[in-house]
């Protein structure tokens, strides 16, 4: 979806993009373990988006996560029972309620006085949205919008970055993972948002492309293949000299703008500015016309019978039921498995509750490279 959505090294954010080791108990008793278990609520133990640039936060993760194989046959129960009452596992629907509650009071509780939260969102057609999410899974195409007092005076970058920090500490990885790629929530002021839309605007007259509004508005309602659905933002990328904006901003903008546009409003600070806000999207051509998503077209062919839901998901329909009568051993593993899927360190047994069964990841790759 977007680089550097969290910047390594920055001390404003609170984070500095290598895995922090978590301390290592002696698995005698449950308390130790539920100990041990807790301290997995933070994202430094895991950091896993900076993998690219510290390769030893594998190594690290691996570490961090031996308490699991340490822990004695007759705990292992009361260690599953322990991830079910955090979690909600294995009723899928709860579990996806639990984690859209932690973005949204996380996001909300953030703020500070100088910056809060005025409205919030994600892809409906994601696992949380679809209420097939796992415990741990990333929030798809997460967005959240800031309104910064008027009484502060430095740039609204850095209030964003500190809000960012915020979000980044306080998340509860066991419910709601932060550490997936690409996945950390777009976030913008109303000022940030109401001037970039401007230089999309102007880009979007400058190339040529505002009098093509009712094509690509058309060409949104159906195409779900991101290398030709993205066919308006491929050819304003190439019109983009950067001299206002970024190839990089932009295409992390348009990333932003369709959840808003599109996406589930999970939070609304007042219903009167969310108009407003709205209505300044809903005028802009950049806005209309933008489609590297394809969420509404998503959202359409699956709620007609158009389309399935992914085989994972439908996969995970019987969990709720089935994992109840699995053996012991059996769902530790999963639950094993559960626990490292927050940073995509899980083992491959059971791929299919977490696999997806198509090339889409590759498809939206191939789109990025082109609009960046």
């Known amino acids: 979806m977007k680089v550097g959505a969290v910047q390594p090294n920055s001390s404003t954010i609170g984070f500095n993009g290598i895995a922090q080791r978590v301390p290592q108990y002696a698995m005698n008793t449950a308390e130790n373990m539920y100990s041990q278990y807790n301290y997995f609520r933070y994202a430094k133990y895991y950091e896993a988006l900076d993998d690219n640039i510290f390769p030893q936060n594998k190594w690290i993760r691996q570490e961090n996560f031996s308490f699991l194989d340490r822990i004695p046959e007759y705990l292992k129960g009361k260690f599953v029972d322990f991830y079910k009452w955090i979690t909600d596992f294995p009723n899928i629907y709860s579990a996806s309620a639990k984690i859209e509650k932690e973005f949204v009071n996380n996001a909300v509780n953030a703020s500070n006085s100088d910056v809060k939260v005025l409205m919030a969102g ?163 051509p950049f806005a209309q016309m933008s489609n590297v998503t394809q969420m509404g077209a998503h959202e359409r062919q699956i709620k007609t019978g158009m389309k399935l839901i992914k085989s994972k998901l439908r996969n995970r329909e019987q969990l709720a039921h089935d994992f109840n009568y699995w053996n012991g051993d059996d769902q530790f593993e999963f639950v094993k498995d559960l626990v490292k899927s927050v940073s995509k360190d899980q083992g491959t047994r059971f791929d299919r509750y977490f696999q997806n069964d198509d090339d889409i990841a590759e498809r939206f790759n191939r789109l990025n490279r082109q609009l960046v």
């Open 122 to 284: 994600y892809d409906p057609v994601c696992s949380v949205g679809l209420k097939h999410a796992l415990p741990g899974s990333d929030i798809d195409k997460a967005y959240i919008i800031l309104e910064k007092d008027q009484r502060s005076l430095s740039p609204d970058e850095y209030y964003v970055a500190r809000y960012k920090g915020a979000l980044w500490d306080n998340v509860d990885q066991r419910i709601l993972s932060l550490n997936n790629e690409n996945t950390f929530p777009e976030v913008y002021t109303t000022g940030q948002v109401y001037k970039i839309l401007d230089v999309m605007d102007d880009l979007t007259r400058q190339a040529g492309l505002n009098n093509s509004v009712e094509y690509y508005k058309y060409k949104r309602e159906l195409d779900i293949n991101p290398l030709t659905a993205g066919e308006f933002n491929i050819k304003l990328a190439k019109a983009n000299n950067e001299n206002h904006i970024t190839r990089e901003g932009a295409k992390n903008f348009a990333y932003f703008i369709e959840s808003v546009r599109d996406g589930k409003l999970a939070y609304s600070f007042d219903d009167k500015i969310t108009r407003i806000i709205r209505e300044r999207i809903n005028s802009s």
